[in-house]
């Protein structure tokens, strides 16, 4: 964790909440392709090192917007899979 080169830390938390959650490898694995596509069509990117502008001083998110997505969309997940619902 913090290296900026692979997959952003939110996203990576959020699978392995989906996973604990469901307990199911198919599920957690079709769970995360549809966190990712919205997480990469809404912020541009799903890597560390291209959301924050490193090499291209274009920033794409923050961190805490990262965290914020990546929860939302887990969130998502988890209502559909019957693993959470929100009061």
Known sequence: MGNMEG??????GAGIVLGMATKDRAKSRSGMRQIMMRFQEKN?????KALKGVGTNIVLHEC????????????????????????
């Open 44 to 48: 541009g990117a799903t890597q560390c």
């Open 64 to 87: 805490s917007g990262c965290v914020a997505d990546a929860a939302e969309f887990l969130e998502e997940q988890l209502n559909k899979q019957g693993c959470y619902s929100p009061k």
């Open 7 to 12: 997959t952003c830390d939110a996203l990576v």
